[in-house]
């Protein structure tokens, strides 16, 4: 039995346990830099000159990739005012943008017969919320303001920025840790250290540097996925205080988990975290490999609320 | 001797430059937190003025249908201009809890009536006039919510400062009654 707490105190932890695993992200970052400086360069400094752009180039790219793209993968439609379903939608989205104080985002549409949503959008004066023709017919209107009032606390809480900026911090670790790998396969590693040195000291270092090379990519996705999870349960917390209403996406999100449908998903996998449920893997169990929390432990946690 | 000079006369420099960029800021988001109570008020005139325009049109559309259900429609009618004659800030809550009230008991009767629940206008109006109640409740909600931020700033230290110097007062929540919440009562 979830102990009884505030909504206001499900966010106030899910804010303090993202610093904490964003905290770990940075370190594991910085870790990887050093390794690439002892081991490759011989020079910290070089190294992070080196590895800054890298970050900030995988940052740029990923950011810069336009919301049309994530659309048009999506396949998705402005919404249509003169079908109803859609106008619904329409006003729904009207109603907790006042309720929240954001501006009115997009409204667009995809058709599956899924029952899902996503946000995107690089700040809330350019936010898109897209919601699937599937859940328009399978979710009621509470429901639906449930799964709306989620999505647009991703836009509030700067979940796109924030997961995008660690995509690029995560795949310049990735792109570091394979150029040492290969240019320690092939010969080369340990260049001017600077003679003088005992050394069991240097082979410690360099033994722990290859370790951290093999590992880092994996710890930095690992810990990317970890902060995914955070992520939605404040969305959940959040969109439950813009709703005053946890029980509306407690049921949206049991009527998901009883969703089946044959078809394959269509749309890019970057946007995955951005879903209501990762449309792509259905994770109802949760793992450390999950974008998603389990979807029992989010009911729980809102039925806690 | 002359190192310490200057290094104390920069010392205090910085600590100037940091208590003007702490005031700054404290002043600026004093005065956006009451931008946004004022907006998020304005919101909910809107929103009342919206309903007011619709229901005239709900009106037309029902009256041939509902023809024997003169009490719900007259409710409705008494409910309005309760709220256009409206003169205290009591009298305005308490026409606009009637006014509520009714269109639930008209919207429930009206599910009684297939002929009019086919009719398009009827369903334009009423999914409207749901989307204006909710925005009306959502818009009153984030008042609160404003007016709650703001109230935080203002009376927790060292906010309570600087809004005693920029005499700046706490501000009052809007109290909904809960007459508003009650489920009408539809006689058959």
């Known amino acids: ?305 | 001797m002359d190192l310490l000079l200057i290094g104390l006369i920069i010392l205090v420099i910085l600590i100037i430059v940091i208590l003007i960029a702490i005031f700054f800021g404290y002043y600026n988001k004093i005065i956006r937190f009451e931008n946004r109570i004022d907006n998020s008020w304005a919101q909910i005139d809107v929103q009342l003025k919206r309903r007011a325009e619709l229901i005239p049109n709900l009106m037309e559309t029902v009256k041939g249908y509902m023809k024997h259900e003169k009490e719900v429609l007259e409710n409705v009618t008494k409910a309005r201009s309760a709220l256009m004659n409206a003169k205290s800030p009591q009298e305005n809550i308490d026409a606009d809890n009637m006014l509520t009230g009714a269109l639930k008991s008209l919207f429930a009767v009206a599910e009684n009536y297939p002929d009019l629940k086919a009719n398009q206008n009827f369903l334009n109006l009423q999914d409207e006039l749901t989307n204006t109640e909710n925005k009306i409740a959502y818009a009153r909600q984030h008042f609160n919510d404003s007016v709650l931020v703001y109230n935080n700033t203002v009376e927790t230290i060292p906010g309570k400062w600087f809004a005693g110097m920029m005499n700046k007062k706490t501000r009052e929540m809007l109290q909904i009654p809960d007459a508003d919440r009650e489920v009408p009562k539809v006689k058959f």
């Not at chain 1, 929240?100 to 946000?119: R, T």
């Not at chain 1, 303001?145 to 911090?169: C, F, P, Q, W």
Request: glycine fraction near 6%; charge should be positive.
């Open chain 1, 1 to 305: 039995m979830e102990k009884k707490m505030l909504v206001e105190e499900h966010i106030a932890s899910n804010k303090r346990k993202t610093i904490v695993v964003c905290g770990l992200m940075a370190l594991l970052f910085i870790a990887v830099v050093f390794a690439f400086g002892y081991v490759f360069i011989g020079n910290i400094y070089i190294s992070l000159a080196f590895a800054l752009p890298i970050a900030f180039a995988y940052i740029a790219i990923t950011y810069s990739t336009s919301v049309q793209q994530i659309l048009s993968a999506a396949k998705a439609k402005p919404a249509n005012p003169h079908i109803r379903e859609q106008k619904l939608l329409i006003n729904r989205v009207e109603e907790m943008s006042i309720a929240s104080g954001l501006p009115m985002p997009k409204v667009y549409v995809q058709e599956s017969p899924y029952i899902n949503a996503f946000a995107t959008g690089k700040d809330p004066e350019h936010s898109v919320v897209c919601v699937t023709t599937g859940a328009l017919k399978k979710l009621n209107q509470e429901e639906l303001t449930g799964v709306i009032a989620h999505e647009m606390s991703h836009i509030k809480n700067y979940d796109i920025r924030l997961m995008t900026i660690t995509i690029g911090v995560v795949g310049a670790i990735a792109l570091m840790s394979n150029i040492l790998f290969y240019s320690m396969f092939w010969g080369g590693a340990g260049r001017s250290r600077g003679g003088g040195r005992g050394n069991e000291g240097q082979i410690i270092l360099i033994v722990v540097a290859i370790l951290l090379i093999i590992l880092a990519p994996i710890f930095s996705r690992l810990t990317y996925l970890a902060i995914s999870r955070r992520r939605e349960y404040l969305a959940d917390s959040t969109g439950a205080y813009m709703s005053r209403n946890p029980e509306g996406l407690a049921k949206a999100l049991e009527k998901i988990k009883d969703d089946s449908v044959k078809e394959k998903p269509v749309g890019s996998k970057t946007v995955a975290p951005l879903y209501i449920s990762n449309p792509f893997k259905r994770q109802a169990s949760g793992s450390a490999w999950s974008t998603h929390p389990p979807l029992e432990e989010r009911i729980k946690r809102l039925r806690s609320m």
